[in-house]
Every structure is written in C-alpha cells, then in structure tokens.
C-alpha cells in the first residue's frame, strides 16, 4: 500500500470527528493497532477494510483505492453533524498533572537512585519523562501525566521546581551542588528519616517504574538528553512548546518500547 492510502485513511478520521482510540474499537482492535496502520507498519484486514467503509460512508473500493470516487453525503455521528477542529481531534490525551502521584514518584526515584553519582536534576528531568512517555505508549493511558516543554537539554516537566520546593520544605529532599566529572550539577537527596508513601502507584506502575531505572540510570546527562533528542515528541515541538502525549505512538525504533502488530 502507498503512504498516500494510509494518509487518506487517516484524514477521513479526522474530518469525520472521530479520534483513534473510537476506529480502534470499532474494528475491535487495539489503538496501537490502528495507529501501526495510519502509520504504514501494518495492513487492515478484508473485514476491517469492509468495515472502515461502513463508517466513513463509502465504498471499499474507495477505501482500497485511497480515494473518494462518487459524491459524497453529509456524514452524521450519532445523528447530529460534528464539526471538530482536525488538530483537536487528533490528539489523543491532554495530560493531567497529578501532583501528589508526581510527588510520590519523583520520592520513589531519588530513593532507588539518587545516590548515583549522575544523577543530577538532567537527568531527573529525562527519566520523568520516559517514564511518562513511555507508559503512555505501552499502556495507551498516563502514569503522572505531566506537561513538558522543549528547552535545549531536552524535555523539562513544567511543574518540577514547584514540586521540589514543597519536598524540600517539607524536609523530605534536600538539595545540594555537586560536579561530576567536571560538571556542575543540583543534586536531590531524600531525607532517610522518612517513610515513602506509593498509596498512588499501582504495582504495574511501580513495575514500569522499575524498568525504566534499570535501563536509563545510569545514563549521563548528556547521553540521556541525546536519546530525548531523537524522540518525536520532543522533535516535533517547537522551542519552549508543549509536548503532545499523541507523539509518543510516532517514536523511532531507537525510543520506541510499544509492541505493534507486524505488517
């Protein structure tokens, strides 16, 4: 099939108002089934063809050939004409910054891993958000859900220095200067005195959690920031922009950690 089969498979989802995750269901597959297919990686099969055509209103000749060959009538949704701006219906999530599930995840990572001589407030900054990003793309739905910008060294969660203020005057974190190897870097270390709550992370979350510091900890600064630098999320947003959530299914194979249907 040709990219522009794909591509107009994917625009008439966008014009007729329905977002992934509803096609997906529709044809009883899973979203990263049919973001793999909008992508190019897999093909539709006879019945789900037969059935894209009933959605969209047209023949399956016309969804095999990629275009629309006769007139086409007004589509109705649920018997009332959506009209939806294409750039809101396709994406996916807005995040929602859950500040105490934030909290108790960032107190989890310094007590696993702050100790490490490289594990300064970059690094931090990566290893949130892999460990957001990549949930998303596993599991279709946010661990913290935290926004973050594009700033020069990569991904940086918005609410961050909120965050660390209240821990730090709280006691439970305490920051500190420090180099490693010739840079300069802010370290956090957690109060040992204190009891960690996970009241907010569930144990395949924890489980993710776990993975993502045993392949990314021991990362430098600047090796984990090149990684963040190659991820669509981040490369497709502009300087200081949010990046979108929906990205995280359009990854390179080098960041990728979704499991997709072959072609």
């Known amino acids: 099939m040709s990219n522009k089969y794909f591509a107009f498979i994917k625009s008439l989802r966008i014009e007729r ?7 997906a269901k529709k044809l009883g597959i899973s979203r990263s089934s049919y973001i793999a ?3 190019g990686k897999r093909e ?9 055509s009933s959605i969209f209103d047209i023949s399956i000749i016309d969804i095999q050939n990629g275009k629309v060959s006769t007139p086409e009538v007004i589509f109705k949704k649920d018997k ?3 009209k939806i701006n294409p750039k809101v219906a396709d994406r996916i999530s807005v995040p929602q910054e859950r500040v105490e599930k934030f909290k108790q995840v960032l107190l989890y990572i310094l007590a696993k891993v702050g100790g490490k001589p490289n594990i300064g407030q970059t690094v931090l900054y990566k290893l949130l958000y892999f460990i957001d990003f990549d949930y998303y793309e596993k599991f279709d739905e946010q661990l913290i859900g935290a926004r973050y910008i594009k700033n020069t060294h990569g991904p940086t969660p918005v609410i961050f220095s909120k965050i660390i203020k209240e821990l730090e005057d709280d006691g439970k974190v305490e920051a500190i200067k420090s180099k490693f190897y010739q840079y300069d870097q ?24 776990d993975w993502e510091l045993d392949r990314l900890s021991d990362m430098t600064a600047k090796k984990i920031s090149e990684l ?16 979108e959530y929906e990205f995280a299914f ?5 960041t ?3 499991e997709y249907e072959p072609l």
């Open 17 to 23: 108002g329905f977002s992934q995750l509803e096609i």
């Open 37 to 39: 297919f909008e992508q």
């Open 44 to 52: 539709l099969a006879l019945k789900e063809a037969d059935e894209l």
């Open 80 to 82: 009332k004409i959506k």
């Open 186 to 209: 802010t370290k956090y270390l957690i109060n040992p005195n204190i009891g960690i709550d996970l009241s907010a992370l569930s144990a395949q979350e924890l489980a993710h959690i």
């Open 228 to 243: 963040s630098h190659i991820d669509t999320p981040w490369k497709i947003a502009k300087d200081k922009e949010q990046l």
């Open 250 to 254: 359009y990854r390179p194979e080098e």
């Open 256 to 258: 990728s950690v979704g």
